[in-house]
């Protein structure tokens, strides 16, 4: 996954809902692979044997390349496609979601199935929560120690995120930036520190924003 920003679910959970004395159990994950997706599914299938259902879907890839969704003995369409299109509305990347229903002797109907599988993944994220993942770049800025106060300052004012100061034979500046602002930022503090700064670029990585 390279996007620059995408949204998928906070992390493992799970949220119930009864409809008609049926209970509906969603089982969230975070996973980057079908065969993590698969274990996932498998693990709530043992965990939950007895009930009479375990539907689940699940979108991976930057352009969700792998999505599947199985009914797991529901009438075919109204378990596990509700379930991915809720995935597929909210924006969702690299999520696997288990529907597991215990039934409680009232019949739904194809509507009403639709309406509960997909009720139970939606009321589930709200649950659970979604996150903004955005790509940024840890940008060293190396500057003399009469530097500091203004570098530091500057940065608190700034949309730009500090990630941490190491005080070695000059000032290393940590800094988190969005990998589309790198130009920005560098000309930024280039600008702040009249050229005396020595800037490189470190390791890319993910930072997570609720939404």
Not at 141 to 168: C, F, M, N
Request: proline share 1%.
């Amino acid at each position: 996954m390279v996007l620059s920003t995408y949204q998928t679910v906070k992390g493992k959970g799970e949220h119930e809902i009864i409809i008609q004395k049926s209970r509906f159990i969603a089982f969230f994950d975070r996973v980057e692979t079908e065969e993590a997706a698969q274990a996932f599914i498998e693990k709530i299938k043992k965990d939950h044997w007895n009930a009479n259902h375990n539907c689940s879907a699940y979108l991976i890839g930057e352009r969700d390349e792998i999505q599947k969704a199985n009914d797991d003995g529901e009438p075919s369409g109204t378990a596990g496609v509700p379930m991915l299109e809720v995935l597929k509305k909210r924006g969702l990347k690299d999520t696997v979601v288990v529907v597991t229903r215990y039934f409680g002797g009232i019949k739904l109907g194809a509507g009403g199935l639709i309406r509960a599988y997909g009720g139970a993944v939606s009321e589930g994220l709200n649950a659970i929560g979604v996150v903004q993942r955005s790509l940024v770049q840890v940008v060293h800025t190396a500057v003399d120690y009469h530097w500091l106060g203004k570098v530091e300052h500057a940065l608190r004012e700034s949309p730009y995120q500090l990630k941490g100061i190491d005080y070695l034979e000059q000032v290393d500046v940590q800094t988190f930036v969005e990998v589309d602002k790198l130009d920005a930022f560098e000309e930024w503090m280039i600008n702040i520190t009249n050229g005396q700064a020595n800037i490189t670029r470190g390791e890319q990585t993910y930072l997570e924003t609720d939404i």
